[in-house]
Structures are given as C-alpha cells and as structure tokens.
C-alpha cells in the first residue's frame, strides 16, 4: 500500500469540507464524501456526499456522475468503502466496475461489516490503494468510529455561562446560533430532565432554512422519572423525542414518545449504558445541553469527548452555578479535556476543549 501524497492530502481536505455542511442528515450512516479527480490534471470530475437518510452511499453517487470519465481516475473518499449486501449494493464492486484505477481512503471503516473488507476487495481487482489516515476525515467520522470501537456516540457538551459563572439559558447572538448549528449536525440532542422540566426546553433549531433538521430529543430521566409536564414530553411538537430511564423508574409518556430502560441506581439512569442505547439506536454525534449536576456526573465518567462553553459577558447572572466549586474551565480540564481553539463575536467568547485521540 503507497503513501498518500500532498495532493492526496488536499484532495481529502476538500472531501472533508464538502461532506461536514451534511452532518445530522444522513441518520444511522456516515455522513461521507466521494470526489473522483482526473490524475494528470488535477482536475475534479463528480463528487457526492452520502445521500439525505444514509442512502445511496457517496462513491456510488459520485461514479454514477462521473459516467465513463472514471475510467482510469482517482477516487477520493473519506471512509473505505463498504463491501457488504445491506439495503443498497456494495460500493468497493462499483469502484472495480468503474475502472477507477486508485483509491485513496481517509479512514478505515470500524464496522466489523467492513473493516478491511473494501481494501481487500479493491487490492484483489488490481487497484492501487493509499490509506492515508487522515486526521480531518477521522474528525468528520468520530461519531461512526466512537459508535463501532467505543459502543457509545461522539459527545458534545456546551454550556453558556456569565462572567459570574452561573449557567445561561436565554442566549441571544453567537451563543443562539452555534447552539442551533451544533443541533442541526447531531443525530440527538439531550437534556436533563430536570433541566428540562425547568427551562420548559423545546430543544428545535431556530436557523432559517435548518428548521427541517431538528435532531431526535432525548429526555434523561433522574430520580423523579419523567412526565408529561415537560414541554418535550407532553406537548405536540412534530420533532421525535425519546426518554433514557432506569428500569424501574417512573414514566409518563405518550406513545409517541419512544422509552428507553437502562440499568441504573436509585432511579437514575447509568450514563454509559444510556449512551450505549442510543448508540444502539444509530445515534452517532450527540449534543448534550445539560446542567451543572449532568456535567460533572459525564466529565467524571470521562464520557464527553469534546466541550463547547460560552462565556456571554452580556448574559444575566441569575442561573444556577456551572460547577460546585471553583472555575467550570477548571473542572472540564482536570477531566482530561485540552483547549483547543477560542472564537470571539461581540460579547460571547466560545472556547473548545477536546479530548486528546
């Protein structure tokens, strides 16, 4: 297997950028990108993302429009292509009967269905493949893999905080809208039910032209259950929502409303094993918008790979505190999350912390 080259590289950076505006609307399967170039002059002949619902998958997408211009080009993809009967046809046959003459793969796919399997299909009909490992397509796939390696979603937490920091729940501006995107590229959003209960959450993106995209609502039930006196329970909304609850613990829900049962103590919910029901339910990237006792309970448990938090030098300080003692930057590094990257609008300063791969 060569090497990937730099033009390699830039062509999967561009895959990458394609496919991530596409993220939250391809369901249980990854959301990937496929551009096939014309070796000698670089240039881009079809490309496609992972269709709306997860399927046609992108290479199959991509070849389709190349037509007979993929005969002896380059295939970009970010995520090996699959070589296994599900409901649509293998996509690495597709490749051999288009006379792609080399591949070049982003990452290797986890799922047991497919791991290697495409590599060897490809390897076996004389076509050149270069797994590059490519950190951006890892990144754009970090659900799909925590969901095979790790049997949970990739999780996204994000706190809005005041200089004084207590918790924001009213944002305005950047705050608002980083929210809503964040939601519109999650497969599920989830929140305390106590939080829920007090905030009335609708959990629905607000983004003009996104709306259609509001992810499935999870309620995480506590000690006291979950009822239909929460907004996202009781009240009609068009959005599908699900509730997590221990085995035994008390709910009130419309039939409409999907029940989850996990094992758990006192009433609540084991947070590993209710993200481990979600990732059974396909759920790949989730947003978690919690409160101060449901952030530490997941930071200690070391189950948030990345952190948003928003300070709002604007905001309000009348919300509950954001951590127990001390600083909530304090509590999400002693966690093992890094600083990664600061963005700054007007009054909101929005910080990422990631956990180190």
């Not at 269905?113 to 490519?134: D, N, P, T």
């Not at 049997?151 to 809208?177: C, F, H, N, Q």
């Not at 918008?289 to 448990?301: K, S």
Request: charged share 20%; aromatic share 4%; with cysteine.
């Amino acid at each position: 297997m060569t090497q990937a080259t730099a033009e390699d590289l830039r062509w999967l950076d561009a895959a990458v950028r394609y496919a991530t505006p596409f993220l939250g609307t391809t369901a249980d399967n990854p959301c990937a990108a496929a551009l096939v170039v014309e070796p000698r002059s670089q240039t881009l002949i079809a490309r496609a993302v992972t269709a709306r619902g997860g399927r046609p998958h992108p290479e199959a997408l991509a070849l389709e429009s190349a037509g007979f211009e993929a005969a002896g080009a380059t295939l970009y993809v970010t995520l090996e292509p699959c070589h296994h009967w599900g409901r649509t046809p293998p996509c690495a046959d597709a490749i051999v009967r288009s006379g792609v003459m080399r591949v070049v793969i982003g990452v290797v796919d986890p799922d047991p269905r497919a791991a290697k399997a495409g590599i060897e299909r490809l390897e076996s009909a004389g076509i050149e493949v270069v797994l590059a490992s490519h950190a951006p397509s890892a990144a754009l796939h970090a659900g799909h893999l925590r969901q095979h390696i790790k049997a949970r979603p990739y999780v996204t937490a994000m706190l809005v905080v005041s200089p004084e920091e207590k918790i924001v729940t009213a944002t305005t501006g950047m705050a608002r809208d980083w929210i809503d995107l964040q939601r519109s590229r999650s497969s599920a959003v989830l929140v305390g039910a106590a939080t829920a209960r007090a905030q009335q959450a609708q959990l629905a993106v607000a983004l003009p032209g996104l709306t259609a995209r509001t992810p499935l609502r999870v309620v995480l039930a506590g000690a006291q259950g979950a009822d239909r006196s929460v907004n996202l329970i009781g009240r009609f909304s068009g959005h599908r929502t699900a509730i997590i609850a221990e085995n035994d613990a008390s709910v009130d829900a419309p039939v409409s409303v999907e029940v989850l049962r996990v094992k758990g103590s006192r009433g609540r919910p084991d947070l590993a094993a209710s993200l481990g029901a979600l990732a059974s339910k396909g759920i790949q990237n989730l947003l978690v918008e919690p409160g101060a006792r449901l952030t530490a309970a997941l930071l200690f448990a070391g189950l948030i790979d990345c952190f948003g938090l928003i300070r709002s030098s604007a905001a309000p300080n009348t919300g509950p505190a954001a951590a127990s003692s001390g600083k909530i930057a304090d509590l999400i590094q002693a966690a093992g999350l890094v600083e990664r990257g600061q963005q700054t609008h007007g009054t909101d300063t929005l910080t990422f912390f990631r956990r180190p791969e």
